[in-house]
Every structure is written in C-alpha cells, then in structure tokens.
C-alpha cells in the first residue's frame, strides 16, 4: 500500500467498474498505473518511484535515489546522495559534490582516499590524491594525506618524506650518527656509515673511525713508519713525520741525509770530502778522504800553515812573500820571495808584472760583476728579490771565491777560473699600462677565499717573463708531454712557475668601495685596460662587472672571462649578455660543490620565466648528458620587441679542486663547436666561481685548438701569457695548464666528428662490401681507434695489483680512478672487487661493470649490488653456459644461501630475452629485489650470417628499463663483449637524443676507463652492425606507423 490514503470507498474487484471516467475517484485508482488527474491523463513525475504518483496531485509515493521533494524534481544536495538522499558523499577531489545518484566522484579523490566514492582510507604503504602515491621505500610508515613519514625515517634517511639520503658527513638512524674520516672528507655510506673509497689520512676500517696503529700511517693506513724513526718505528699516524734518528732525513725518515748535511735531522755541513761526495749520512766522516787544501776526519778543517794537498799531506817547498804560507789546494804562492839581495835577472820580472796585470783584470771583472748583479737584481720583482738575493749571492760567491783564489796563486795558474760562469738573472719585462702608480694597492693574490680553488706555482716565485718558450709542432706534441711528465711532472710544474702571476696592472675599479660587494672573491679583481664596461645609468658603480674581455691568439675581445654571478650582481650578469650581443655561455662549475656556494642561479627551470632588471629569461629547452646539460633560453628586453636565444653550456663533472678527464672535457668542447655560427662574431662568455682557473682552462683549449689547426703548431706558455695579461691568474694550477696540453692531446690526435644517421649507414655498409677486410673504412678507423686509446702505467693499476696479486685469471684489472668498493661488512671479507663504473650518453655513473664471479666470490657480487643499490643485471652470455652462476642464481621456486644473504626465486619470463626476478635478502632487515637479464643466445655469431637480434633484444631491454639505477653489466672477464653492449646501448641514445652518432668517440670515450673494451676488430666490426640492424629496422617501424 501506498501512504497516501483515499477518502473514496474502494469497490470489490468484482464489482464492475463505471464507464464514466469521473467514476476512478470513486474506484481509487487510474486504469493505467503512472498517471494522475480527473481523467488520469496526466503522466507521473519521473523521478517518482517506481512511476507512482497521487493520482489527484500527482505527487510522488517516493522518490528514486538522488531525488527529493514532492515531486522528486529536485537533486540531493547538502552533500548527500542516493535513495531519499540519505547518504553523505566521501571526499571528492576539490570537495566536489559527488554524484547525486550514485555517489561516486567523478574527477577523483582527494588526498587519503580513495574507491569511486572516495570513502575508503589509504590502505598502509599509499598515501595523497586516490592513494595513488606509494609511501616512500624509507619509511617506516607514512601520513596518508600528504606522505610524511609520521613514525621516523629508516637508518640512512630524511626529509619529511625520507627522501633524501643523509648528508654532511652524518648516516644512519635520523641521520645522528657521524661519518668517520672518509677520503677528502666524502659523505659515508648513508646507511651504515662505511666510506665508498676508503679512508683519509690516519684511519682505517670500513667506517674509518679506527686509528692507524703503532707503525702505520697514511690513506688507509697502508703506509709502514720508517724503521729510522727515534721512536721504534712509531710515526705519526696522517703524515707519517716523526723524530728521525741521526743521519736520516726529516720529515719521514725515509731517506739518508744528502745534499752535503749530515746528522741530527741532516742539520749539519758536511766538510770538503774528496771529488766533492756525500760525506756519511751519520757521523760526516768523508769515507774516501779530504779535497785539496782541508783535513780532518769530517775534512772541515783548513791545511795549517805550512802544508797544503790532498789531506794536507804535502808541505810548502819554498817560503812565500812575507812569510805567508803557500796556498793550501795548489802549494803555490802569491809572490816568491827573493832568494838573494843579488840584482834578479830581467826574466824574473816578467812573472811578476804579468801577475800584477792579472790581478788587476780579475779585481776589474769582479767590480763589473758586482755592477751587473745590482742592475739585474732591480728587474726582479720585490717579492722574488729575497729567493734572487740568494741565488745571486751564491753565485757571487762562488766567482769571487774563484778569481781571488786565482790571484793568489800566482801566474802559472791565472788563467784557470777567469772565464766567468754565465747565468741570466730573471727578469720581467715592461707592459703598458703596470701596476705602478704611486695610489693603487698591491695585492698579492693568496688562496684566502675559502671556495676559491688556490693559485699554485709549485717552485714558488721564479717566473722569467721575456724567456720565450719555442712554439710546438702538433706531430710532436705527444712526444712533449711525455717528457714534461717525468719526474712527476717536474717539466710542467717547472714551466707552469715561469708564468707572471698575480696582480699585474691596475684594478681600481674592482677595489672601489662601491664595487667590493660585487666581487665573489677578495682578491680576484679585472683589470681596467680590458674589464666590460656596462653601459648603465652613468652612476660610477652602475658600469662595474668582475668580467674581462680575452684574446685569442690573434684577435681581440674573442672571449668574455667572468666570474659567477652573485644574488647581487645578477641584473648586470644579464646586461652584460644583453650588450655584448652573447649567444654562447659556456659554465664550468656546480651551483654548489660540497658545502661550498660556488654560483647563483641565473636561469629558469625548465618551461618556466624570470625577470633579471628589465631581462626576461624563458628555459625553453634542457638536455641532460653524461658530463654536461645543454639549455637553450630565450632572453627577451621587456620595453622592446626583440628577442634573442643563448646557448648554455653547462660543464657539471668539473671535480672541486682537480681536473676533468681530458677525452671529456674534448667532447664537451667539441659540442659547444657545433652550435657555433661563422655569422656570430660575439665573444663567448666563459664563466666557473672565480672565473680564472677553470675559466682559463677552458679558453687556452678553443684558442689554441683554433690556433693549432690553422699552423699547425701551439703554444701554451705564451697564450697563458696573453691571458694573463687580460685577467688576472688565468689559469690558478700546474694541473690545469697541465690539463691544456693533455685535451689539446685528444683533440689533435683524433677529432670529434658526428655523423648523419644517413652518413653513418652509408659508412657501415662497408663491412658489407668485397674489399679485404685491412681495406675496409671501418678497418682504418679500428687502426686509428687503437693508437689513440690510453696507455696506462702499474701506477694506475697499484691498488688493483695489490688486491689481486694472487687472484687466478684476473688478467683485465680495474683503474684505481674508475674502482668500485665494497662498503658492507663481511667477516672475512675485503671492501675490493673488480668492477668499476662507465658513463652512458646520459648518466655519468650509468653502468657497473665486472665479471662472473668465482663461487668463492658470490658472496661480493651480492654486495656489489646490494652496497650500491643496483636493480638490473644484464649478462654477455647465457648463464646455462656459466657454472659459476649456479652459486647465486637459484632454480624456480627455490633459493640460495650466500652467507650473511639468501637469494630467492620470485619469477621468470621470455620477452625476447630470459628475465629472472630475485630477491636478496639479508637477515630480517633489508630486501633487494634484483632483474637478472640474459640473451637467449651468443651475442657473437660464428657463421657467415651475422645476427645481431640477441645484442639488440638484450640493449632494447636495457633500455626500457632506464638508468635510475646502475645497471651491472656482467661478462666471462669484465671486457669482452661489456664494452659491446656499452657502446650500442650509448649510440642508441645519441640517436635518440640527437638524432647523430658517431661511433669511434664513444668506443675512444669507454676505453678510457677500460682500455680492453672493443680491442678487436670483431668486437668494433659488430658495434656497427648492430646499430645498422637497429636503424634500418627503427625506420622500417616508423614507415609501418605512418
């Protein structure tokens, strides 16, 4: 029954009814269900329940779900949905309404829900808008509206999110603990605080907390105490000095005393031993006896009167004038006395005159000398004149000692040291415009800015400005550094130390008051004569940057050295680019190198605008690469129309107070060339933190590269020079300058050069051809590739010999600059393994190489993984071909124990190559889910078909899977076929992102760290099949889509 009740008498259904339609009132009801009114011709509402209405008023019985009111016309609201509109909505997106009906929201959830009603809380472990976010992996358990960890971060991390792992040289739980004395002060490990690549100076241990012990010292404490320390062998534990016993060397005790001392701490003078030798280290005795003219058994003491000779065992033969005895080397006199009052033959007198005119001469010479030395000494600059002084006066010394000696010994000898020993004085030539007004303040430049990177002259102040260093022929340019590079580098550091350094003209404005705020550092100032001038409002300081112009080696204003922008000087950063029309920017530092601010931020995120002055800056475009990010930014003048695009080059691997890789440093170099426009004739700025050190670098190898190529020939002392002469310090280490020749090295021998992906089939097709295979292009260029590819010396590989010296089979070792360490403990273990890390075209620490390991040596391979979180491990072989891999793979639905781990079976798949999924487990704490990739069979084919579909499905893999993670690339010996894989999987990408390649670079750039990848011309032969397999079947792809 329905709730509404008639008033009407209701007839037996037997009782016929009326035919007069005013008759259905008294019947109660319309003869057709879902109409109302006198005649029942009006229809229902329709949104009455079940189409019932009042069949007087037509109101609704009730109202179908999501309707109210009395005739259901109107919509849930309040909130509130479904039947009688007695359900709340859940909690919709923006606090939409949900809908009316049903419930559901149709634009989502907000935060901490989720379900089409969004009524249903996060489930653990999601969180924020549909709970479509998982908490973060370091949390132990996190906030569902907004992702806080409310319940702490685990061991290693923070943040409000844990996502960030602990810094500044602290780790583990709420990152509270401190890091031991890791290497250069690096961050530990973040979670259990071991030190990536060992300890600093004094410690040792995985953590480095432990102090060296009694007898060791150093890096790691691998350093023994000399056994000549006073105190048995004990030394100080960071620099190994101690107090030495008699006779060695300070500080280290390691060396016999030399250099004519001998001795408590080498202290003493030796005597004048015989042919001028070492006298004994100990006590001075001159073990071979005395020189002419000493005796003694330390041969310090003068001949007495009378006697002279070796040991002086001869005795004078005839009395000397006043009874002066004869001189104590030769035995000769000065004058002879007369032997009689008897008148002496005229013969007699010519020794004597001719005596007399000698001395004069000599006393004539020495006058001279002495004239000389003071004119020469007033070229020396005041501060090297006290290092000079003492050159010149030993030098003075030594010619007086030997003219005086000479004239005493009569005629007979005169002659023998009258020939004056040439040396030249160091000098400094005269510039326009010096330093030298009697108002401007000397500065003396000194590494006293904490983030400045130091000037370094290794043989202190030395430097002779008008010796002309010769040019260098490009063919011998390899040859030179090899000789520069002996005696650790002596002939670099020697060089580097001529160069004119510090401040060497005028500065004025960048030590006006009104400019010093502008200055990053206190004592890199530009000098006047060649510092931009910005054209501002007329105000003195409106037209102050800390920038210069720069030659190239044969024209003007080529270059814009700066130093980094600061908060305050950004405006006129952009002016300057503004008003010298600039397009190219080349940057060679980090925003922040460790806890150092090295340069502001002067460009946008990516997409996004920033107003600098009346500047606009749009980052319209940014490419990330291995060793560098390339921007392309739009720079619009706000009053005017006009619009501009700069280049930013952005040089991000430049190591804090080192240098970059030279091959590197090249490539970036050359990829800064192919942007460049023979129509651009705007100077380059070049800018780092101080703009001087890497600024310089950077400079001396675009000029001289240029200069290079057009004469053939170079000349880095004398453009450092030209430098120098714009800014000051161009160039602040020996390493730097060292790092010049080193890149002008890798760029002569062999240049970058991209290819059209059209350019590049063409050229593979040769592999295909006829010809012998010594004719081929790609023959030619693999001869090229090997005499251009690293030799390296034992010293490269110390660590590495030292760790494997008895390890089997380990032919191919890892650089010690490029190795990999362990930092998880295991009893009985070491932190060594032979892996070492290798850039993609994209990510600098993209791959981990390594080979199988022994079943000894699973246990590190897991750690490996483990210790520097590695996702994917892609093998060069089948494993059923691998033994060895049944230590640490374990069959289906099983698992293995590789103590302190167990590895288990999650799952297997075929998508053209074989996917195992394990987990790595250790104890209860940690687990590591781990894709183990191999190909379905051997990557080399040994018939005349050459199949390349195994190495392109297995590189295909890897790339999909991406770089978030190092991918561990696993071989029989860590070389063959890994470098295969590398540079394929690179080239796709320079495709990719390019849409160029070039094949050599990328194999040169990979045998810097491993000489041995693509050593043959089967390996380098099947690089370029597959990357022609890979394009032509990429294009016959896009051909299908179109």
Not at 93 to 105: M, R
Not at 143 to 165: D, L, M, Q, S, Y
Not at 1009 to 1020: A, G, H, L, N
């Amino acid at each position: 029954m329905y709730p509404r009740r008639f008033l009407c008498h209701f007839y037996p259904v037997n009782v016929s009814v009326p035919q007069n339609p005013r008759n259905f009132f008294l019947e109660g009801r319309c003869p057709t269900s879902g109409f109302y009114g006198e005649d029942c011709s009006l229809p229902c509402p329709q949104n009455c329940q079940e189409g019932h209405c009042d069949i007087v008023d037509g109101t609704c019985l009730g109202c179908v779900p999501g309707y109210t009111g009395a005739t259901c016309d109107t919509e849930c609201v309040d909130n509130k949905y479904g039947l009688e509109c007695d359900s709340t909505c859940g909690k919709c997106l923006n606090s939409v309404k949900c809908n009316h009906v049903n419930g559901n929201c149709s634009n989502g959830c907000d935060a901490g829900v989720y379900g089409d009603k969004c009524d249903q809380a996060c489930l653990p472990g999601w969180y924020g808008l549909n709970c479509a976010t998982a908490c973060g992996t370091n949390c132990y358990s996190c906030n569902r509206f907004n992702g806080t960890c409310e319940f702490g971060c685990k061991p290693g991390w923070k943040g409000i999110r844990c996502e960030n792992a602990c810094s500044g040289n602290m780790y583990g739980a709420n990152c509270t603990m401190k890091c031991g004395m890791c290497l250069d002060n690096e961050q530990c490990q973040h979670v259990n605080g071991t030190c990536m690549k060992g300890c600093d100076e004094g410690f040792h241990g995985s953590s480095c907390i432990e102090e060296c012990t009694n007898g060791s010292y150093g890096y790691n404490c691998q350093d023994n105490c000399s056994s000549h320390c006073q105190e048995s062998g004990i030394c100080d534990r960071k620099t190994g000095h101690c107090l030495c016993e008699v006779g060695w060397k300070p500080e280290k005790c390691d060396a016999k005393c030399a250099g004519y001392t001998f001795g408590q701490n080498c202290s003493k003078p030796c005597g004048q031993c015989l042919n001028n030798e070492q006298c004994h280290h100990v006590d001075g005795n001159c073990t071979n006896g005395c020189d002419l003219g000493f005796y003694g058994i330390n041969c310090a003491q003068e001949c007495p009167w009378g006697w002279y000779g070796y040991n002086c065992n001869e005795t004078c033969s005839y009395p000397c004038e006043s009874n002066v005895t004869c001189n104590s080397r030769t035995g000769n006199c000065t004058r002879v006395e007369p032997l009689s009052d008897t008148v002496t033959p005229p013969t007699d007198n010519v020794p004597v005159i001719a005596g007399a005119v000698a001395a004069l001469v000599i006393v004539i010479a020495v006058i001279v000398s002495i004239f000389v030395f003071k004119r020469l000494r007033t070229s020396v600059p005041k501060k090297d004149q006290s290092k000079q002084r003492r050159r010149d006066k030993s030098e003075m010394e030594e010619n007086l000692y030997l003219n005086n000696d000479a004239a005493k010994q009569g005629f007979t000898n005169i002659y023998e040291n009258t020939e004056p020993k040439d040396k030249p004085a160091a000098k400094r030539t005269t510039t326009p415009k010096t330093n030298s007004s009697s108002t401007a303040k000397k500065y003396d430049v000194k590494d006293d800015d904490e983030d400045e990177e130091g000037i370094e002259n290794p043989y202190g102040d030395m430097y002779l400005n008008e010796e002309t260093i010769l040019d260098i022929p490009i063919s011998e340019l390899e040859n030179i550094i090899a000789e520069k590079k002996k005696n650790e580098e002596d002939g670099f550091k020697r060089e580097y130390a001529m160069l004119p350094h510090g401040e060497q003209y005028q500065c004025d404005a960048g030590k006006s008051p009104n400019n010093l705020a502008k200055n990053r550092f206190k004592t890199t100032f530009p000098y006047d004569h060649s510092r931009v001038v910005l054209r501002g409002n007329g105000e003195a300081s409106s037209d102050y940057i800390n920038a210069n112009f720069i030659s190239s080696t044969d024209s003007e204003n080529q270059y814009i050295a700066s130093q980094g922008p600061k908060q305050n000087t950004l405006n006129d950063f952009w002016t300057m680019i503004w008003q010298e029309n600039v397009s190219q920017i080349v940057m060679l530092t980090n925003l922040k190198e460790g806890v150092k601010i090295k340069c502001t931020q002067y460009w946008s995120e990516e997409m996004n605008a920033r107003l600098y002055g009346n500047i606009v800056i749009k980052n319209v475009e940014e490419k990330q690469y291995a060793f560098y990010i390339i921007r392309k930014l739009t720079v619009s003048l706000k009053e005017q129309n006009k619009s501009r695009v700069v280049t930013q080059h952005h040089y991000t691997t430049w190591p804090d107070h080192g240098t970059p890789d030279p091959l590197s440093l090249v490539v970036f170099h050359s990829h800064v060339m192919r942007t460049m426009t023979n129509r651009n004739k705007a100077p380059i700025l070049v800018h780092c933190s101080a703009g001087i050190g890497r600024t310089g670098t950077y400079i001396a190898l675009d000029a001289l590269y240029k200069a290079g190529k057009a004469s053939g020939k170079i000349n880095v002392a004398e453009y450092v020079k030209i430098m120098r002469a714009n800014r000051m310090n161009m160039v602040q280490t020996y390493e730097q300058y060292m790092t010049i020749f080193l890149a002008l090295n890798e760029k002569f021998k062999a240049a970058v050069e991209t290819r059209s992906l059209a350019e590049f089939t063409e050229r593979a097709q040769s592999l295909a051809g006829d010809r012998p295979a010594n004719q081929t292009v790609i023959r030619k260029e693999f001869e090229k590739l090997m005499k251009t590819r690293p030799e390296y010396t034992g010293t490269d590989y110390k660590m590495s010999r030292q760790h494997f010296a008895d390890k089997k089979g380990q032919t191919i070792l890892p650089l010690d600059k490029y190795s990999l360490y362990l930092t998880s403990s295991v009893a009985k273990r070491g932190n060594y393994i032979n892996a070492i890390h290798v850039s993609s075209y994209q990510q600098n620490r993209a791959f981990i190489v390594t080979h199988y390991p022994t079943p000894e040596d699973a246990v590190d391979f897991l750690r490996l993984l483990n210790d520097h979180e590695s996702d994917t491990v892609i093998c060069m072989n089948p494993l059923h071909e691998i033994q060895s891999s049944k230590t640490w793979l374990p069959e289906v639905a099983s698992s293995k124990d590789v103590p302190p781990f167990v590895v288990e079976h999650e799952s297997e798949s075929d998508t053209g190559v074989n996917v195992t999924t394990v987990n790595i487990i250790h104890g209860e704490e940690t687990s590591h889910p781990v894709t183990v990739v191999e190909p379905k069979g051997p990557l080399k084919s040994n018939g005349t078909i050459k199949d390349t579909s195994c190495l392109r499905n297995l590189v295909s893999c890897a790339l999909k899977l991406g770089e978030d993670t190092p991918i561990t690339i696993v071989s029989k010996d860590g070389a063959s076929l890994c470098g295969v894989f590398c540079a394929v999987f690179n080239s796709i990408q320079q495709i990719i992102m390019d849409d160029n390649i070039d094949v050599f670079t990328t194999v040169r750039q990979l045998q810097t760290r491993r000489p041995e990848f693509c050593s043959t011309q089967e390996e380098y032969s099947l690089v370029y099949s597959t990357l022609q397999d890979y394009i032509e079947t990429t294009s016959e792809n896009v051909y299908s889509n179109q």
